[in-house]
Structures are given as C-alpha cells and as structure tokens.
C-alpha cells in the first residue's frame, strides 16, 4: 500500500454555469522519502492538484487515500487536522505573517501542537538554526530577503513534523544562488524521510528530485522515476491539537502591537464615547445628590408632611384628625405622628408697624435646630419669626425682637362661614432662617386661639416622622396609596420633602437623556470598531488563508477576531475610566471650592458598567466581520492580493 494515493481525480471550476475541467482523470501512487516534482504547462492544474492533495480543497471527484484511508468524506475539522498534522506547506511568495516575529512565525504551527511552550521555542529555534536563521529570529519578515523568508516558511513547513511537504514554486521567486539553498534544504527534508511534493517550471528544480511527473491537459503524460526514494526510518508523530486559546490571545495582542499607533486611534476614539456615558451617569449621580443635600439642609429629610387630597378649602374637609394620625402610625416604619396647622396672610402689628406674614405654620419636629438662628422653640403664647420678616420691624436688628410682643391676628371662618379675626400678643421667642414659614406658634398658642373665640380648632396637616432615610420613600408610596371610602387617595404630600422625589425623577431623568446623547457617541465608536475589523479582515485575508493552510480552524480564525475586539473594548474602557478620573477630579476640586459639595460620583458601579458596555459592544461590533474572517475560503483567501 502506497503512502499517498490519487485515484482517478477530476476536478472542474464552473463559471457562469459552465463547467470548465482542470483534472481529467489523475491517478498517482506516492512514498515517503520520495522527492516528486510536477512539471507541466501554465494553467494545467498543479496548484488545484496541490489543494486538494493538501487537504485545501474538498469539491472534487476521485479520491485521496492516506494509508489507505479516504479522505474524500473527510469533515472540515478533519481536514482542518490534516493539514496541521500531516501536510506542511511551502508557497512560491512565502505567506509569512507579516505582524509576527520570524520565531512567531514558526510557532504558530507549534502552537497547534502538544508540546510544552519551552519546547516549542527550542524547536522553533532548532528549526531557524537548520535553515541558517537563528540570528535573525527576532526580524519580522519584512526585514528578509526573499531567500531567507523561503527559509522561514520551510522551518515552519517542518515544525510540526508533518509527512507531506507541499511546495508550490518555492524557488518561483529566488535568484540561482537562493535556489540551489532551497533545493539542497528539501534534499533534506526528502532524506528525512518525509514526502516531498514541488510543483515547479523549473527544469532544474525537477531534475533535483527522486521523480518527475509531467501533466498537460488534465492529465499525466509522463511519471520518471530518476532516482530510488530516499530510505524511511519510522518516526513517532508529533501529537497535535488545536490553536490554543492562550495563543491565539497572543497572536491577537502581537497584531495590535504591530499596529500600534492605529490601534491606538481606535481606543482613544472608542473611549470618548464610554467617558462620556460614564461621565453623565457620574454627574447625574452628582448633581442629584447636591440637590438633596440642599434640600436637606434645609428640612429633616426623614419628616414627610401630610395633607388630605382636596382642592376645597372648607377647613371641615381639610381637617387632619386623631383617625388619620392612628391610621397613618400604623404604618410600617412610622415613628410618630405630629399634627399641625397652616395658613396663610397673618397681620402682625409691632411698634407701630403692620405686615402680612405669608406663611403660618406650627412648628413641629420636622424642623431643624438650625434653622433657628437666634433664641429657641416658642412655648405657648410665644412665636417664632423669621429674619427677613422680621427686618419689616427693625430693618438693622431683627434680632431685637426676641423677647418682645409682637400682635398677631389671624382670621377664622365661623360655622356660618362668615370671617372671624382672632387676635393676640405673642411674645417673639426666637429668629428663623424662614424656611418654615414667615410666623411660627406652637399648636397649642393656635388652639387657643380658636378657642378664644370659641371657635372649632382643625389641625389641616399632620408631620410623619419615618424611622430612617432608607424607608422614606415607601413609607411616602404607601401613603400615597391609601384610599379613602370611595376608592380615590386619601392623602398627599406637602411641603419641601414631597418635591424631593419629584425633582429627583427629573433629575434622573434629565440625566438619562444626557448619557443617551453620550450614547450616540458610543454607538459611534462601535460602528468604528465594526468599520476597522471589516478593514483588517480584508487587509488580514492573506494572513486567514496561511493560517487556514496551517490546519488553524475556523472557529480559531473568528475567536482570533473577537479577542482583538475584546482587547479593544477592554483597552478603551480602561482609558475611558482613566479619563473620568481625571475629569471628576478636576470637576470635583472645582466644586468643592464654590459649593462646597463633589459634584461628579462615579461609583465603582459605572466603572464596571463601562467596561462592561465597552467589552460587549466591541465584541457585538466583531460578530459580523470575524464571522466573515471564519467563512473565507482558504484558497480563495491565500489568493488574495
Ligand atoms: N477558483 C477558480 N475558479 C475558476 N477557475 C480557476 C480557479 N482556480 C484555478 N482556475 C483555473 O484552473 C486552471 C488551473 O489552474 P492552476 O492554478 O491549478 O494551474 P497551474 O498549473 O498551477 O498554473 P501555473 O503553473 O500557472 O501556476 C486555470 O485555467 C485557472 O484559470
């Protein structure tokens, strides 16, 4: 049994549903230690020969048997092992891989193989030393001669010790002197006891070899064997296996280091639209919380104020009773309940002088220590004023009022509706910052008042106090969503704290949009990812096809695609989050300076986010272009120019 045998091969190309045949008919026995070259006119079909003895092409008719065993049915992965095991191939422009060093160059073949990554470089280099290259390892191919980068595909043609060599006019492109090294490194090979397979034009080339087989027009027309094959000693194979994911990550991170500068563009370009996704998300984050913290400053953030839900202003319906407040302290996370009372347009009278207070209200404990800038909580019979209105007295010392009775009217509605002017002298017991209103009695002094006058007392707000920051806001939900006996809300919130989560939403929102817009620019740079992979890929169709010869399989080729677009993304967010520091600190010191608060909070969670976002757009940008890369035809692809 021969070690390679063609059996009756035909092959035809169709073009526009013509079929053209190459191969009529080709059947030829082959041995190891054989050195065959096939000679033959131009266009007479070596090279679609070669492909097919080389595992490239499978659209044939015929078969090729490898001890005995087809390989007409053999699957791609098959094929794809074939090749890197058992055929090493040698073309007549070398298809070196530009971006990887010479040693590279022959470890890409290595790497497909079980030996350990010491003994891969120690054969990568035995390899270089036997073809006179060990010096020069470090080069990349364009830093070669031609004959030297011929040399450089023969080392990896032999790196993973495969049977079969196939050159296709390896001497095509070299002088007499660079022909006459090749030719005396394939006696080599032959002498080893591999099969050595030249197609050439070179009659003496041809006459170098142990045989020479002649084709025209599909055909053999003449089989010479000029001498005896060279003698074969059993050798243990080389174990293989595929690409690994180390290397191929590898040679990834080699290609963007060999296109420094561009790549460099790329994740520069790709990481403004990530900084600036970041950047709103931070500023959002920022801005709302300067907001709240003013608010805050102002208000307990942990009192809500409640109020019925009517738009009448008949005091009977907008009463807040002792009902309401057991009702509302049955609330889950509610720890008191306070009434109190609000109106507006009070006549104070002090010194002569007469001025409308906008806004009385009853202290209660939602109101900060603070805010009371001079004196303390009015017991009853006293009041608290607020600076601004107090300035109406004693423009220049409204502190001066503390401690004097000012004369308070408020009016009152009797039961028949008719206005009733309750009057009284309150002693002014401290100055306010105003935020609770311009006059503010305790409950008890309003009681009094409506007492006074025999009037009904109706508290027409009630203050909750919720145990802690964290349950405002669905202490405030659940409030919101009681009902009262005709299925409507019963209650709604008032005072600063009710606007709090409004103007949050807003500002949320707000931002929202803003790092939408960021996102436009992301969406750019993906669509800059997918524009420079679809590049590569063409510009790369050369390096595919080597590495489809070289048995690299498909799935190999795309994931080779998306760990360059991970890298990208991965490179970009790192930059992008390198931006934001900057930006945030630079922003931050600013803040703090004139307001006293950091404005930009970009948490540990945008970071990731960004990465995240980065790392999955790049690999969704890639999805197309390296599906692409996978599909292309080997042949096809090594015919690229
Ligand atoms: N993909 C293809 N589609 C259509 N025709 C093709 C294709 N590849 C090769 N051919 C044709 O098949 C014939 C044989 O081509 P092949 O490259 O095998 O010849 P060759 O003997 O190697 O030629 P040369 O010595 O010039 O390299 C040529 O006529 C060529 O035009």
Do not use: W
């Not at 191969?23 to 054989?34: A, Q, T, V």
């Not at 006891?193 to 041809?206: D, M, R």
């Not at 005896?228 to 059993?234: A, I, M, S, Y």
């Not at 890929?537 to 595919?544: A, F, G, L, P």
């Amino acid at each position: 049994m021969s070690f390679l045998e063609l059996q009756d091969i035909h092959k035809s190309y169709k073009m526009n549903k013509t079929e053209f045949p190459v191969l009529k008919g080709i059947s030829l026995k082959f041995d190891r230690g054989e050195f065959v070259s096939i000679l033959g006119e131009s266009g007479g079909g070596k090279t679609t020969l070669m492909n097919i003895i080389g595992g490239l092409d499978a659209q044939y008719e015929g078969d090729v048997l490898l001890n005995g065993k087809s390989l007409h049915n053999a699957s791609t992965k098959q094929l794809d092992s074939y090749r890197r095991q058992t055929i090493g191939f040698i073309f007549q422009n070398f298809n070196l891989i530009s971006h990887l060093s010479i040693l590279d160059n022959v470890m890409v073949s290595l790497q497909m193989t079980k030996l350990s990554r010491k003994e891969q470089r120690d054969r990568a280099t035995a390899l270089l030393d036997q073809v006179g290259l060990k010096e020069h390892r470090h080069k990349h191919p364009n830093q070669l001669s031609g004959g030297q980068k011929q040399r450089v595909a023969i080392a990896r043609a032999l790196a993973s010790d495969p049977d079969i060599i196939i050159a296709d006019e390896p001497t095509g492109a070299l002088d007499s002197q660079n022909t006459q090294e090749i030719l005396t490194l394939m006696d080599q090979i032959a002498a080893s006891g591999k099969l050595v397979i030249c197609v050439t034009h070179s009659q003496e080339v041809a006459d170098h070899g142990t045989r020479i087989v002649h084709m025209a027009d599909g055909v053999i027309d003449q089989d010479k064997h000029l001498k005896d094959p060279f003698p074969v000693t059993d050798h243990a194979e080389m174990a293989a296996k595929h690409l690994g994911f180390g290397a191929m990550v590898k040679m990834a991170l080699k290609h963007m280091r060999y296109n420094f500068s561009r790549n460099l563009l790329i994740i520069f370009g790709a990481s403004i639209g990530i900084f600036s996704v970041i950047l709103m998300l931070g500023l959002g984050k920022g801005v709302k919380g300067y907001i709240n913290h003013e608010i805050y400053s102002q208000i307990k953030p942990t009192a809500v104020q409640v109020a019925q839900k009517t738009s009448s202003e008949d005091a009977k319906k907008l009463a807040v009773t002792d009902s309401d407040v057991s009702r509302l302290k049955q609330l889950k996370h509610v720890k008191k309940v306070q009434l109190g009372f609000y109106t507006q347009g009070a006549q104070v009278q002090y010194a002569g002088t007469s001025s409308t207070a906008q806004i009385v209200q009853t202290v209660t404990d939602q109101m900060l220590a603070k805010s009371i800038k001079k004196g303390h909580q009015p017991a009853t019979g006293q009041v608290l004023i607020a600076k601004g209105f107090a300035q109406k007295f004693n423009k220049k010392h409204p502190y001066k009022l503390i401690g004097k009775k000012v004369k308070v009217s408020i009016t009152a509605m009797d039961k028949n509706h008719l206005p009733v002017v309750m009057t009284k002298n309150l002693t002014v017991s401290g100055v306010t910052d105003g935020s609770g209103g311009q006059l503010q009695p305790n409950l008890q002094t309003v009681k009094n008042l409506y007492h006074g006058k025999k009037l009904t007392f109706r508290a027409n707000f009630a203050t909750v106090m919720i145990d802690s920051l964290s349950n405002v806001t669905s202490v405030q939900d659940k409030i919101k969503g009681l009902k009262n006996a005709q299925g409507k809300a019963r209650y709604q919130l008032t005072g600063a704290g009710a606007i709090v989560s409004t103007l949050n939403t807003y500002i949320q929102l707000a931002f929202y949009v803003l790092a939408g817009i960021a996102g436009i620019s992301l969406l750019v740079s993906a669509i800059m990812i997918i524009v420079v992979l679809y590049i590569s890929v063409s510009e790369r169709t050369k390096e595919i096809g080597i590495l489809r010869a070289l048995g690299v399989r498909k799935r190999d080729v795309k994931n080779l695609f998306l760990s360059e677009a991970f890298f990208l993304g991965l490179f970009s967010s790192i930059l992008a989050l390198a931006f934001t520091e900057l930006v945030a600190l630079f922003a931050n010191n600013l803040a703090t300076k004139y307001i006293g608060y950091t404005i930009v909070e970009v948490t540990g969670n945008y970071l990731i986010f960004g990465i995240v976002v980065a790392v999955v757009i790049s690999l969704l940008a890639a999805l197309a272009p390296s599906s692409r890369a996978a599909k292309l035809d080997p042949i096809e692809a090594l015919a690229y120019e």
